[in-house]
């Protein structure tokens, strides 16, 4: 176990590192041009440093679960929906404190606070509070117009977080005006719309971004923050309606279930006589992938389990 799980958390390991060391040196930067002391900045950044990590990296441990997520089997079936829990809070926060909404209650409850301090006091401290509140309210609209473009640079418009919004009036107008029989998508309606309409790599970074059109990778898929498709993920296509709910139930669930559904599949395989794909069906996506590279390579082509040909000419490369 130790060694399945050390992948995941080097990679979990060298992400904070990195947005902690990151974050401690540009505070302690500001610090510094703010004329605070060496000592006194490093105190600051420090903080800074571990408030930043925690917030934008998300505490995963048991006790900051949300209590609908708690319980032995829920701990199991929705371990992997932590993640867009705690994103979709994470953005709806940083939108409310940057539209300002609570500032009032917050000055009201500290008016409270204040019944037994002198009139001059009470102003002071009154005033220092409202800047405090304004300082962080401009915080958060740096950074929330910060994530937003951040997204739309690495997925696009498509992965912006209300596309979802756009996509269900799109399906909506297509249900009313067009043609029943022919197919629709929405995004992929969006996509090509884009391309046609301003030309080949602006119209595709305007719809999955620009750092996948740039570097030829998909960024996209793995960084968008659309609602729908951090909680519920696209479903495998099937004309088989038992196949696509299980499909559906699969990616709802997520790895978990689909680390069960491996096994039955490899113990099917192996009982057909399939014995090295039962072994790819089992292993986790990085061995999977390598074992079925090496497949195609000795073969010299791809086919399915019933033998039907996919590609018939794989390099080596």
């Given at each position: 176990?130790y060694?399945?799980s050390?992948?995941f958390h080097?990679?979990?390991?060298f992400?904070r ?7 401690f040196?540009?505070g302690?930067?500001k610090?510094l041009?703010?004329?605070?002391t060496?000592?006194?900045?490093y ?6 440093a ?6 934008t990296?998300?505490n995963?441990n048991?006790t900051n ?6 319980g ?8 992997f929906?932590?993640y ?6 994470f953005m709806?926060?940083?939108f409310?404190?940057?539209i300002?909404q ?9 008016e ?5 301090a002198?009139?001059?006091?009470k102003a ?5 509070k409202?800047a405090e509140?304004?300082e962080?309210?401009?915080e ?5 117009v910060?994530?937003m473009g951040m997204?739309?640079v690495t997925a696009?418009?498509?992965g912006?977080?209300l596309f979802?919004i ?5 399906s ?7 043609d ?9 309606w969006?996509k ?7 030309g080949g790599f602006?119209g595709?970074a305007i719809s999955?971004?620009?750092?996948s059109?740039?570097?030829g990778?998909?960024?996209a898929?793995?960084?968008?923050t659309?609602?729908?498709?951090m909680w519920?993920p696209?479903?495998r296509k099937?004309?088989d309606?038992?196949s696509?709910?299980?499909?559906m139930?699969i990616n709802l ?12 599949e490899?113990i099917?395989?192996?009982n057909?006589g399939h014995?090295e ?5 089992m292993?986790?996506a990085a ?7 090496t497949r195609y ?5 791809a086919?399915?389990?019933k033998?039907?040909e996919?590609d018939a000419?794989?390099p080596?490369?």
């Amino acid at each position: 176990m130790y060694y399945v799980s050390l992948p995941f958390h080097s990679a979990e390991k060298f992400n904070r590192e990195m947005a902690f060391m990151s974050t401690f040196d540009m505070g302690y930067r500001k610090a510094l041009d703010a004329g605070l002391t060496p000592d006194k900045a490093y105190e600051r950044a420090l903080q800074e440093a571990r408030d930043v990590t925690q917030k934008t990296m998300f505490n995963y441990n048991s006790t900051n679960k949300p209590r609908y997520f708690r319980g032995d089997l829920r701990n199991v079936i929705l371990q992997f929906k932590l993640y867009p829990q705690h994103m979709s809070v994470f953005m709806f926060r940083t939108f409310q404190q940057a539209i300002g909404q609570g500032i009032e209650a917050e000055l009201a409850r500290h008016e409270r606070s204040l019944a037994n301090a002198t009139p001059d006091e009470k102003a002071k401290s009154m005033e220092k509070k409202r800047a405090e509140l304004d300082e962080m309210k401009k915080e958060a609209q740096k950074a929330f117009v910060g994530m937003m473009g951040m997204t739309f640079v690495t997925a696009g418009f498509t992965g912006m977080p209300l596309f979802f919004i756009f996509s269900g009036i799109a399906s909506a107008f297509h249900a009313v005006f067009g043609d029943d029989d022919e197919p629709f998508d929405s995004e992929n309606w969006f996509k090509n719309w884009t391309n046609r309409t301003f030309g080949g790599f602006i119209g595709d970074a305007i719809s999955r971004g620009a750092l996948s059109q740039a570097t030829g990778l998909n960024f996209a898929d793995r960084m968008n923050t659309n609602l729908t498709d951090m909680w519920f993920p696209d479903v495998r296509k099937s004309n088989d309606e038992v196949s696509y709910l299980q499909n559906m139930f699969i990616n709802l669930l997520g790895p978990t279930a689909g680390a069960a559904i491996n096994y039955a599949e490899a113990i099917k395989r192996f009982n057909d006589g399939h014995t090295e794909r039962a072994l790819e069906v089992m292993m986790p996506a990085a061995i999977k992938n390598a074992m079925v590279g090496t497949r195609y390579l000795v073969e010299g082509r791809a086919v399915t389990l019933k033998g039907n040909e996919v590609d018939a000419d794989i390099p080596a490369a």
